[in-house]
């Protein structure tokens, strides 16, 4: 992910204005590479500037994501997640605590995308993610 700066000078590229609820939105997501929900990355913009919204922190992450500067993830662990890592990657998900790890495969890279357009559906990607137990919960 760009450093802080770095998405100030994007933001003001799109025209956008530079908050400091915005600033404080790109340090919350500087090298976190933990997936964190939206109500994470609120706790720790509340814990500088107490009065941002959740809604407004939200509205940052979806901004961010409109200019590719951060994926969206359902990983089906009750909350989006949001990853800043922007690169082609796959995900490891603990199905006792939901943390969320990047996979890279060079093989998995590989797998054959159906076509779909049998089905009148057009395939824009593909995620791949693998559940199991992290380190820390142990094996099952």
């Known amino acids: 992910m760009r450093s802080p700066a770095e998405l100030s000078e994007r933001f003001r590229a799109d ?13 919350a997501l500087a090298g976190n590479e933990g997936h964190p929900t939206a109500e994470a990355i609120h706790a720790a913009v509340v814990a500088e500037l107490p009065m941002v919204s959740l809604r407004t922190v939200y509205q940052v992450l979806n901004d961010l ?9 359902d990983l089906g662990t009750g909350a989006a997640r949001f990853d800043p890592n922007v690169d082609a990657h796959h995900h490891l998900v603990c199905t006792v605590c939901g943390k969320v ?38 094996p099952a």
């Open 15 to 27: 025209g956008r204005k530079i908050t400091p609820q915005r600033e404080a939105v790109f340090r």
């Open 101 to 138: 790890r990047d996979l890279y495969d060079h093989d998995l890279d590989g797998v054959r995308v159906p076509d779909g357009a049998e089905q009148g559906f057009a395939v824009e990607r593909a995620d791949i993610v693998f559940r199991g137990r992290c380190a820390g919960c142990g």
């Open 65 to 73: 994501a409109g200019l590719g500067e951060l994926q969206v993830l």
